[in-house]
Nanobody, 116 residues
């Protein structure tokens, strides 16, 4: 499976961005797509995740502001980010986990910079 993330940009605080991740290859019917982020000098952290069955999970810091969605037929996942804050700045990574096996993979990351 290959992941291609896009949509990162420079935005002012309070603004919005929509990140996209396109998956290609042998996509399992039982999987989860995730968005992680890594701020400078910090560890990578989970932002949001969504299973192929539609179950979602969000970090407390983004609840109510970010929305993850996906289209299983298109093998795509999006992250709608509203009310952005400077602390949302970081490289955002798309991550795929196959629940039918131990396979997982990361996308290349897309940079989000929120200016105050």
């Amino acid at each position: 499976v290959q992941l291609q993330a896009s949509g990162g940009d420079l935005v002012q605080a309070g603004g919005s961005l929509r990140l996209s991740c396109a998956a290609s290859g042998s996509i399992s019917s039982n999987n989860a797509m995730h968005w992680y982020r890594q701020a400078p000098g910090k560890q990578r952290e989970l932002v949001a995740a969504m299973s192929s069955g539609g179950i979602t999970n969000y970090a407390d810091s983004v609840k109510g502001r970010f929305t993850i969605s996906r289209d299983n037929a298109k093998n795509a996942v999006w992250l709608q980010m509203n009310s952005l804050k400077p602390e949302d700045t970081g490289v955002y990574y798309c991550y795929y986990r196959d629940w039918s096996s131990t396979y997982d993979t990361w996308g290349q990351g897309t940079l989000v910079t929120v200016s105050s």
